[in-house]
């Protein structure tokens, strides 16, 4: 799987570089309709690159920073109702967030 993997690296390095080869003729240099498309080519391509390199850890942290950022939006959406609630009865409003915040805790493991 990793030689698949590197082998696919290495001809889209290869692409990439062709493409920069070919953006040098007259003829794709005074269109710029293909210099566009050439450049988008590659653009997909170094895309392609770096998200290929990406391991099954830094698919993880990505995949919990983004839930953090989620969680973090809906606390502060809740957050003045927290407020509220504490302020009218703290016992039974804080141990209902400190479940809460466990729960959470445990999803980030």
Known sequence: AADAVSSTFTKAQFCIEALQEM????IIDSSLHLKTTLVD???LLHH???VGTFT???LLALNNISEMTYAEDAI???SPIFQEKITK???STV???RSLFLKLSHCLE
């Open 23 to 26: 953006a040098q003729y007259e």
């Open 41 to 43: 080519a590659q653009n």
């Open 48 to 50: 392609m690159v770096r």
């Open 56 to 58: 099954p850890n830094t």
């Open 76 to 78: 502060k959406v809740y």
């Open 89 to 91: 009865d703290p016992a």
């Open 95 to 97: 141990s209902l967030l």
